[in-house]
């Protein structure tokens, strides 16, 4: 069945950009997707990323796809503190449902 | 206004209760869903329904119903409360265009 992982921490310093990585592996996936869920509230998109695209950048964040490896990562520039929170990595493939990954859990220091 | 509501937003209850978690969408949906979290287990899905009429088990139905009172109202049942449902419950909607789910805040559920 469909899988999609991800590392579940990741710290950074305040103004360094982040990286968070999420391999998947069902090749009909159509759209992926990435979700912020912060303290004690529900999951909000973030971004998503058409499977024929390999790149789409919406002002700090950037989604790299590599389609061959079934690779997606979400890059956030100049990381805040506000940006503290935990990221779901998400894949669907047109169809009901989406899988999504076990979160990463984004801690900023300042 | 929030376009995903979902009530209560906590509840505590014991073993063998029935619970009814209510959840309301203004977006004009037609597909809604349920899910569960448990920490480091991400999200899991346990009902969806596309329409009114139409209603499908998740992943981890057993032990859990569902009731598509109308295309705004999706409701979850536990007929039976049990220690280890104890966790967030999340609803969620979405179009049939690009799947992408809008979500309730949650309601945090724990059974005794």
């Known amino acids: 069945g469909e899988d999609v992982e991800q590392s579940l921490f990741l710290s950074v310093r305040e103004g360094d950009s982040s990286v968070i990585n999420c391999t998947y592996t069902d090749s009909s996936s159509t759209y992926l997707y990435w979700y912020k869920q912060e303290p004690g509230a529900g999951l909000q998109l973030l971004t998503y990323i058409f499977s024929n695209m390999d790149m789409k950048q919406d002002q700090r964040l950037t989604v790299l796809l590599n389609k061959k490896d079934k690779h997606l990562s979400l890059r956030i520039a100049d990381t805040q503190t506000g940006d503290s929170a935990i990221y779901f990595c998400a894949e669907g493939a047109g169809s009901y449902q989406l899988t999504f990954g076990k979160g990463t859990k984004l801690s900023v220091i300042p | 206004d929030a376009d995903v509501t979902q009530t209560p937003r906590n509840r505590i209850t014991k073993t063998g209760k029935r619970i009814m978690l209510e959840c309301s969408q203004t977006k004009g949906h037609d597909r809604m869903y349920w899910y569960r979290q448990d920490p480091g287990l991400g999200l899991q899905l346990i009902y969806y329904?596309?329409?009114?009429?139409?209603?499908n088990k998740g992943e981890i139905s057993d032990g859990y119903s569902v009731s598509r009172q109308a295309q705004a109202k999706f409701s979850l049942s536990l007929e039976s409360a049990i220690p280890n449902q104890t966790a967030l419950y999340f609803c969620?909607?979405?179009?049939?265009?690009?799947?992408?789910?809008?979500f309730g805040p949650g309601t945090r559920l724990t059974v005794l």
């Open positions: 969620a909607t979405s179009g049939t265009v690009d799947n992408e789910q809008f």
């Open positions: 329904s596309f329409d009114v009429k139409d209603i």
